[in-house]
T-cell receptor, first 115, second 114 residues
Framework: AQSVTQLGSHVSVSEGALVLLRCNYS??????LFWYVQYPNQGLQLLLK??????LVKGINGFEAEFKKSETSFHLTKPSAHMSDAAEYFC?????????????FGSGTRLLVRP | NAGVTQTPKFQVLKTGQSMTLQCAQD?????MSWYRQDPGMGLRLIHY???????DQGEVPNGYNVSRSTTEDFPLRLLSAAPSQTSVYFC?????????????FGSGTRLTVV
């Protein structure tokens, strides 16, 4: 069954530094992958998604992710971190069930941005 | 356009009590689902519905019931609350369960069972 693994429960970067959040997937079929962000005391917001086509996906707030089939990865990056990027980030994959699809999440990575 | 609305935002229950977490969406989404979020475990799917009158179990359904009598509403019922159900609960909806659609999430209900 399709699943995702996020490497690193916490990542700390300095303001202005590169942000790299890692996600690896497990899937026997072409996966549909998502990144969500959760700001403190809020729900989840879709950052970007990969379905088909271009492997480099651009999302909101300057984030992007690249689908690499050879590495089974879908890492999230941002060239320059901003204080407002501090949040928890979730990688997710669509898993096919008996009658429909289900969105399955990784365990999350909390991003801390240091001034 | 309110999106996905969850009520209440906070709730404290005693062990054995019952309650219903409400979820409503005004986007005419067919697909609705409930997740629970626990530290270090991400979000885990409890129950989901692909349309009015149709529900199914997710990864962690035990202790929870759902029904879907209308397109707009998808309540989650705890029949006999247990401390292990202390968590933050999120409702999400989508146009369909199709792989290409992102989900819209509510702001969550923080539940504490003592």
């Amino acid at each position: 069954a399709q699943s995702v693994t996020q490497l690193g429960s916490h990542v700390s970067v300095s303001e202005g530094a590169l942000v790299l959040l890692r996600c690896n997937y497990s899937s026997s079929v072409p996966p549909y992958l998502f990144w969500y962000v959760q700001y403190p005391n809020q729900g989840l917001q879709l950052l970007l998604k990969y379905t088909t086509g271009a492997t480099l996906v651009k999302g909101i707030n300057g984030f992007e992710a690249e689908f690499k089939k050879s590495e089974t990865s879908f890492h999230l990056t941002k060239p320059s971190a901003h204080m407002s990027d501090a949040a928890e980030y979730f990688c997710a994959v669509i898993r096919r069930g008996d009658s429909s699809y289900k969105l399955i999440f990784g365990s999350g990575t909390r991003l801390l941005v240091r001034p | 356009n309110a999106g996905v609305t969850q009520t209440p935002k906070f709730q404290v229950l005693k062990t054995g009590q019952s309650m219903t977490l409400q979820c409503a969406q005004d986007m005419n989404h067919e697909y609705m689902s409930w997740y629970r979020q626990d530290p270090g475990m991400g979000l885990r799917l409890i129950h989901y519905s692909v349309g009015a009158g149709i529900t199914d179990q997710g990864e962690v359904p035990n202790g929870y019931n759902v029904s879907r009598s209308t397109t707009e509403d998808f309540p989650l019922r705890l029949l006999s609350a247990a401390p292990s159900q202390t968590s933050v609960y999120f409702c999400a909806s989508s146009y369909s369960s199709s792989r290409t659609h992102g989900y819209t999430f509510g702001s969550g209900t923080r539940l504490t069972v003592v």
